[in-house]
Structures are given as structure tokens and as C-alpha cells.
T-cell receptor
Framework: AQTVTQSQPEMSVQEAETVTLSCTYDTSESDYYLFWYKQPPSRQMILVIR??????QNATENRFSVNFQKAAKSFSLKISDSQLGDAAMYFCAYRSTVYNQFYFGTGTSLTVIP | DVKVTQSSRYLVKRTGEKVFLECVQDMDHENMFWYRQDPGLGLRLIYFSYDVKMKEKGDIPEGYSVSREKKERFSLILESASTNQTSMYLC???????????FGEGSWLTVV
């Protein structure tokens, strides 16, 4: 089974600053999808950003961008101009194009300091 | 917008009780999933279903079963609840590979 590793259980950032959350994964597949999900204290998990492995260009969504390093199997999330509403648990996820499953990391709890 | 609805947000059950957690999605998704979320362990897949009446075991299926009689509904069953099944349970759905997975709000289950 694929594994997804988030080595930072907790991170903090000053409001308006930039923070990077790390994620690595292990796979033998060449084609797959990677995601970052956000889970605010209300518990509804929502999609932040999605990356297709065959695309070299890093995905961006407003203040959120990724650094996708396929050879290194690394997929980090950068949050620019951090806002109080960014405080949440962030999960990195991998989806195989062969197996119909998602694999999640253990999460990084992000605190935004006013 | 996609909506995944979990019927119960908070449940308290006694050890040995049979527990049903219901999940309904409104987007005609083929795939539905049940995850368990525990602090420090992230999300762990219990079961998933890629079609009506079809199911596959995930990483931690022991003590659980599932039912998918209709495409929009996926039920998680705890045959005989135990205290170590106290957790947050998340239902999710998606189209076939590559597509985003959509989550319900979660069901907090406490087994006493």
C-alpha cells in the first residue's frame, strides 16, 4: 500500500506570513493524484488543492500553492499571507489511478498567531 | 455543490450494541468510503465501495461491516461495539480515479 508521511504534527505562523507544510509519499506508480485537505475545527474536511502527477507545473489556488517534486516524492503546501481562518488540521493525500483508494497522512495542525 | 450527509453527528452507545452509521451523497458518485479518524493516526480506511452491492476492505476492517444497497447510501455497521471503537467516523464519496473526494461532517461515536 502507498504511504503518505507528514513529519510536522504541529506548525505555527504569524498572521500575514508564509508557512510551508511538508508531505512525502511512497509509491511505485508513475501516474497518480495528490491533494491537500483542510479540516477546520468545525470538522468539515474541504479540498485545498489538487495536483496531477503527470503535470510538471505546480498547482496554485489563490494563496495556496504546492511544490511538487516527483523524483523526490515530495508534495509541500505553501500558504502565503496567512489568515486566522487558515488555522486547521491539514492532510496530505495520495490517490492511485490503479487502486480506487485514497491514502492520507497523519495531518499537520496549523496555528495562526494574530 | 456536492453534499455528503452523515445522519448522526454525535452518538453514545453501550458496549455490545449494534451500531449503524448512515451516509448519503447526492452527486451520483460511484465510490463511497468510510474512514476512522484518531489523533496522531490520521484517517484510516475501514471499507470502501465502488458500486452498488460491491465492497472492499480497507486497512482496518475488523469489527466493522458495510452495506450499499443503493448508489447514494453507504452504511457502516459495528456488529458489537467496543470501547476501542470510540472515534470520529468520516464518510466520503467520489467519482472514479483522479477525482476529488468529498467528505461528510463526521460522526462522533462514544462507546461506553
Amino acid at each position: 500500500a502507498q504511504t503518505v508521511t507528514q513529519s510536522q504534527p504541529e506548525m505555527s505562523v504569524q498572521e500575514a506570513e508564509t508557512v510551508t507544510l511538508s508531505c512525502t509519499y511512497d509509491t511505485s506508480e508513475s501516474d497518480y493524484y495528490l491533494f491537500w485537505y483542510k479540516q477546520p475545527p468545525s470538522r468539515q474536511m474541504i479540498l485545498v488543492i489538487r495536483q496531477e502527477a503527470y503535470k510538471q507545473q505546480n498547482a496554485t489556488e489563490n494563496r495556496f500553492s504546492v511544490n511538487f517534486q516527483k523524483a523526490a516524492k515530495s508534495f509541500s503546501l505553501k500558504i502565503s499571507d496567512s489568515q486566522l481562518g487558515d488555522a486547521a488540521m491539514y492532510f496530505c493525500a495520495y490517490r492511485s489511478t490503479v487502486y480506487n483508494q485514497f491514502y492520507f497522512g497523519t495531518g499537520t495542525s496549523l496555528t495562526v498567531i494574530p | 455543490d456536492v453534499k455528503v450527509t452523515q445522519s448522526s453527528r454525535y452518538l453514545v452507545k453501550r458496549t455490545g450494541e449494534k451500531v449503524f452509521l448512515e451516509c448519503v451523497q447526492d452527486m451520483d458518485h460511484e465510490n463511497m468510503f468510510w474512514y476512522r479518524q484518531d489523533p496522531g493516526l490520521g484517517l484510516r480506511l475501514i471499507y470502501f465501495s465502488y458500486d452498488v452491492k460491491m465492497k472492499e476492505k480497507g486497512d482496518i476492517p475488523e469489527g466493522y461491516s458495510v452495506s450499499r444497497e443503493k448508489k447514494e447510501r453507504f452504511s457502516l455497521i459495528l456488529e458489537s461495539a467496543s470501547t476501542n471503537q470510540t472515534s470520529m467516523y468520516l464518510c466520503a464519496s467520489s467519482y472514479t480515479p483522479g477525482n476529488t473526494i468529498y467528505f461528510g461532517e463526521g460522526s462522533w461515536l462514544t462507546v461506553v
